[in-house]
């Protein structure tokens, strides 16, 4: 494993029953990297992110976080990520602050350097003038660049993104992403994201992993996956190695904000 690399997954591997959900996966992601893991639905996504996120423990393989293995330790390797799941897990009932404080209790962040952290982060993605506003009061959009600027918070090494701009309209979008660059830039945060917006990847990623029934298909750059598939766009790249067929969804979903829930301990 490559000591410069953020994120180490070697062969990792989990089966439910006789299924193999995830099958001997293997990449690397070093700082400031974006890079995107896509695939059809059941293809063995929401697996992978569970596994590296410490709600899965896998079945074979290991996988680190800053140097911080996701099953021997699990505490370690939640202080070196940010998550934004794909559904909502904001508290509505506070204000954007009050989840952002809540946020900074629960990583442990030093009370003296708290506020300061907060107001950086929320005026990070232009939301300083709604710090005291109730979260049932935010658009779609306003709710999703808090939940970014929440799982950036603690200064993690690695910022996943489990669909991050479902339902978003393109201006949203866009400005999402530009921060994202910025934050990619000034820190050094490696970016793991999965989504089906094949535009979107192909515009923000620097890499790209096709995953399929549990496998890792093949990774490269956008360009690299257009070159060797003899396509013009990253969508067609992408249909020409998994196939033209539906897929049936992932079966081991939950919902998202009883993960994060778990993932600290607290029900």
């Keep these: 494993m490559s000591a410069a690399a953020i994120l180490e997954v070697e062969g990792l591997g989990k089966s439910f029953g006789d299924f193999k959900a995830v099958d001997g996966v293997s990449f690397s992601v070093p700082a400031g990297e974006c890079f995107a893991l896509l695939g059809p639905n059941g293809a063995g996504k929401t697996t992978t992110i569970k596994m590296l996120t410490t709600l899965l423990r896998p079945d074979a393989g290991r996988a680190l976080l800053d140097g911080h293995d996701v099953v021997h330790d699990p505490e370690g390797a939640r202080r070196s990520f940010g998550i934004v799941f794909q559904d909502p897990s904001l508290d509505d009932e506070l204000t954007a602050r009050e989840n952002m404080d809540l946020h900074a209790v629960l990583y442990g962040l030093p009370r003296g350097a708290r506020a300061a952290r907060v107001r950086e982060m929320l005026g990070f993605v232009d939301l300083g003038d709604r710090a005291d506003s109730r979260v049932k009061t935010f658009s779609g959009g306003m709710k999703r660049r808090l939940e970014i600027a929440r799982g950036l918070l603690h200064h993690p090494r690695v910022l996943f993104l489990d669909e991050p701009t479902v339902g978003l309209d393109p201006q ?96």
Excluded: C
């Design 172 to 267: 949203t979008r866009n400005h999402i992403w530009t921060y994202l660059k910025d934050l990619r830039r000034a820190e050094g945060v490696a970016v793991f994201l999965t989504t089906h917006y094949m535009e979107e990847a192909e515009r923000a990623a620097d890499r790209v992993a096709i995953i399929d029934h549990g496998r890792l298909l093949t990774q490269d750059s956008p360009a690299g996956l257009r070159a060797s598939t003899g396509t013009a766009t990253l969508e067609e790249a992408f249909i020409r190695l998994t196939g033209h067929g539906m897929r049936p969804e992932e079966a081991d979903g939950t919902d998202r904000m009883r993960g994060f829930r778990k993932m600290w301990g607290r029900r």
